[in-house]
């Protein structure tokens, strides 16, 4: 009885003035935020790479590299744009490249007929080029802005792409930072999966099948199910894709070839070995699709000279889900090397993360972080 009495005092209030606001919904548009002062379509003999250059070119660069359905805008806008890392991009200016026809609005790398309607012409005879071509392109990328030394940061298949270049033209490359890395040749499953949707996309048909397959590619299961407004956005994405082009990188990623790297802990016999000698930084989430090939790309680096970092409650793209442990694991290994010395960690930044990476920096290179 004496519930239902203080039931019957209770008063609605009604609440005025208030305004209900939206949040704005993420995208990929470009804008002032971006920083991008110039984009170049750079010749090169194995097709045209579009670049963006977001930053002071007179600064340290950093180039970028994409994963299989995406671009500089959809790997990379949200996390060089996020306001933790502006403090550290004062210090750098970032060269966004793009694979062959992965830029956005890029016309067909190889359209059935010419503007006369001739079917014979050039545009038919172009091969997309090798994942160790597209390594070589990349140094000419470098050429054409005169860039001495660069930081890579790859992400998926743009992991593959710079790990060769470094093998192969060491002097230019300072560091690698590289997200869901893979150092050997396409699995039977992925080639399976892969070969289908190259198929679908060839004939123009952004399929269901291919759809699911991307966001499993780059989020991994259990993002899609608890980050839905995230995987939203690039659902609406994937349907701007220009499926023929998406088709070719395809196809080049599948048939990539070991990078052949092999870990040798003995000084005399390492002089021989063929590995990544700059500085390393792995990276990839706890429920990411690719953490094995990661791990497996780990063991076949120098320990001396990389750093393997795991990051908690996130899937596929750590970039888009956990952008702050990201840049504090970027910044200190970046201060690891003597770069940006007077950066502190960000308040907005998990404290744990800077306390469990530089504890692995103090002790020795190689050892496994979690944070």
């Not at 997309?128 to 070589?136: A, V």
Request: aromatic letters at 10%.
């Amino acid at each position: 009885m004496d519930h239902k009495k203080r039931m019957e005092k209770l008063t609605e209030i009604e609440f005025t003035g208030i305004n209900v606001q939206d949040k704005e919904p993420r995208n990929f548009s470009n804008n002032a935020s971006s920083i991008l002062i110039q984009e170049d379509d750079i010749e090169t003999p194995f097709g045209n790479l579009h670049v963006a250059i977001q930053g002071d070119r007179s600064k340290l660069a950093i180039l970028t590299f994409h994963d299989i359905g995406l671009n500089n805008i959809t790997c990379f806008q949200g996390f060089f744009n996020f306001t933790d890392m502006q403090p550290i991009l004062r210090h750098f200016c970032v060269y966004h490249v793009n694979a062959p026809g992965q830029e956005d609005g890029a016309l067909h790398l190889r359209p059935e007929q010419d503007a006369l309607g001739n079917p014979d012409s050039l545009g038919n005879s172009f091969t997309y080029p090798t994942m160790d071509q597209l390594g070589e392109a990349i140094h000419s990328v470098v050429n054409h802005y005169k860039i001495k030394r660069f930081i890579g940061f790859g992400v998926g298949a743009g992991v593959n792409v710079l790990c060769r270049y470094a093998l192969n033209h060491p002097e230019h490359v300072d560091s690698l930072v590289l997200i869901n890395g893979s150092a050997d040749k396409a699995g039977w499953v992925e080639w399976g999966y892969q070969k289908l949707n190259s198929w679908y996309l060839w004939r123009g048909n952004m399929t269901t099948f291919t759809e699911d397959y991307l966001l499993w590619h780059w989020f991994g299961s259990k993002t899609q199910w608890e980050n839905y407004d995230l995987t939203t956005v690039y659902k609406e994405y994937i349907k701007s894709i220009n499926p023929q082009n998406l088709s070719l990188l395809i196809e080049s990623y599948l048939a990539r070839t070991p990078l052949g790297i092999e870990r040798e802990l003995d000084p005399v016999r390492r002089i021989g070995t063929k590995t990544l000698t700059c500085q390393t930084l792995l990276i990839v989430g706890d429920d990411s699709p690719h953490l094995d090939e990661t791990v497996e790309l780990n063991g076949k680096l120098d320990p001396e000279k990389t750093d393997f970092l795991k990051i908690q409650d996130c899937g596929g793209m750590p970039l888009e889900e956990q952008p702050g442990k990201v840049c504090e694991a970027f910044r200190l290994f970046l201060q690891g090397m003597g770069y940006v010395p007077t950066l502190r960690q960000s308040t907005s930044t998990v404290s744990q993360v800077a306390k469990n990476y530089q504890q692995q920096l103090d002790d020795f290179r190689g050892t496994n972080t979690v944070c």
